[in-house]
């Protein structure tokens, strides 16, 4: 399987919610949210490890209620993948919305046709100001 349809299964996955199935195409020691810092945003945390990374998929599945996430576009060069994915979703605890139009996920992959490194290009300020009661 290419990178390019790697990344078209791990969003199928998503879809369903079969998180077993995305976490089986992640390198063991994957870099989830490379080469960021910790910021005010639960999802978007720096995660090390594929057993890690589970945090990613609960923590989001217990705060974000999706009405929408489309892949959009899919670009591949070799062991990269980058796709521009629009969304919506509700943060359950303050009811705000987040809408995504072109948020940019970079998906870097090894020699064994394995994710090494993730991460999202998103409006985290949109994101933190969600998460804030008014």
């Known amino acids: 399987m290419t990178p390019i349809e790697t990344v078209q299964q791990i969003y199928g996955d998503f879809g369903r919610g079969d998180v077993p199935a995305i976490l ?9 949210e490379h080469d960021t810092f910790p910021n005010p945003v639960p999802w ?7 057993d890690n990374v589970v945090r990613f998929f609960e923590v989001l599945g217990a705060q974000v209620e999706f009405h929408a996430f489309a892949p959009r576009e ?9 796709a521009l ?27 064994k046709g394995l994710v090494q490194k993730f991460r999202h290009r998103a409006d985290t300020w949109q994101h933190a100001m969600a998460l804030k009661a008014d």
């Not at 978007?44 to 594929?50: I, K, S, Y």
């Open 85 to 111: 994915v629009d969304l919506e979703g509700t943060v359950r605890a303050t009811g705000k919305r987040i809408v995504e139009r072109d948020e940019v996920h970079i998906w870097r992959f090894n020699e």
């Open 74 to 82: 899919i670009l591949a060069e070799g062991r990269l993948v980058v």
């Open 44 to 50: 978007l945390q720096p995660l090390n490890g594929r």
């Open 24 to 32: 089986a195409r992640l390198a063991p020691d994957v870099q989830w």
